[in-house]
């Protein structure tokens, strides 16, 4: 029921209060038939409330429980996405590190030009690697 963008920015802005159709496109630049779906998934899942007021549609979330809901699953992504981020950032610094065998380096003494192949166990079989050219 959350698993769709439009839905989850519907959900932001109506935690502002009650917001009518024509604001909630105008926030969210989205088609209205696009927004009218998932407006209509949100109702019958019990989420949103629809009133209407003469010619203007109004939603309005269900209940300050929905709200509560909305503020605690803001907190744990946030802090999941912090933590990817202290990875990632992690993992970019890794990869500015050189790695065996690139920069010129050998992997290890004395394997220069060579390839790995599946050997014998505990023993490392190489083959000399020759680039193939093409004419």
Same mark, same amino acid.
């Given at each position: ?92 610094? =890794? $990869? #500015? +590190? !050189? @790695? /065996? *065998? &690139? =920069? $010129? #380096? +050998? !992997? @290890? /003494? *004395? &394997? =220069? $030009?060579?390839? !790995?192949? /599946? *050997?014998?166990? $505990? ?13």
């Amino acid at each position: 029921m959350l698993g769709h963008p439009v839905r989850i920015r519907v959900l932001e802005l109506l935690q502002h209060g009650p917001t009518p159709v024509r604001g909630l496109l105008a926030e969210l630049e989205v088609e209205p038939s696009s927004l009218s779906q998932q407006l209509a998934v949100l109702r019958r899942s019990g989420i949103v409330t629809a009133t209407r007021e003469g010619s203007t549609v109004v939603y309005a979330l269900a209940g300050a429980d929905v709200a509560d809901l909305l503020r605690a699953a803001r907190r744990i992504l946030t802090g999941l996405l912090a933590d990817r981020s202290v990875l990632l950032a992690e993992l970019r610094a =890794a $990869g #500015e +590190q !050189p @790695f /065996p *065998g &690139t =920069a $010129g #380096e +050998q !992997p @290890f /003494p *004395g &394997t =220069a $030009g060579t390839h !790995p192949l /599946p *050997g014998a166990p $505990g023993r490392a079989a190489h083959r000399q690697v020759t680039p193939r050219v093409t004419p």
